[in-house]
């Protein structure tokens, strides 16, 4: 992960992808995963992306968007369906996929060196 | 993260924690988070946490509550409370917090050899 994501205020929505995979394919999977952050990213009403990943196999990605329709339509995208079925298929060996609408948030950074 | 969290069916509520760390205190900083995940699993309403960070510093901590009430007593907690200002005094350069409803979800496990 690059960035936090800059989104607008809540409320909006967030899909939480939580995913063990199996081991191999690293490359192949990794080309995957870029490019869905791609064509995600151009879809209407994305909002931002925040991806991690552990060396064990786990990862955690939060996307988030502007409504349930945009979710909808995300998980509708031929390119997409593909992938979700190579993911069952191949990559992850358990995933759990959360919807939840962001009704409050809270920001922070670290300004300059005076103490805080 | 050892495992994807086992929620109750939605509703229930997560709170996202996306965070940079600014670098160096690792020893300190990996007990001060174990620790709060320890003291966050026996509070009243805590469903569940998954949390994933990279090599760079970022992290994704997801954790999930039975309702708004039990995210603002855990906030509330005092060793939680002297965490966040190390937080904001040492640990981290930028974070970003966001209360959430689930409102669905979708799990799935690749079960046995069979083609899926």
Redesign the interface.
Known sequence: ?????Q?PD?PYY?V?F?S?R?EGDEIAYAEMAERMVELAAVQPGFLGI?????P?G???T?SYWRDLDAIQKWHAVAEHQEAQRLG??KW???????????????????LGDE??
Do not use: H
Request: some cysteine; hydrophobic content about 35%.
């Open positions: 992960m690059t960035a936090i994501a989104t809540s967030a939480i939580t063990i199996m925040e991806s991690v990943s552990d064990n786990t990862g955690l939060v069952k298929e992850y060996s358990q995933f759990q996929l959360r919807v939840c609408r962001v009704e409050r948030e809270y920001g922070w950074q670290q103490p805080r």
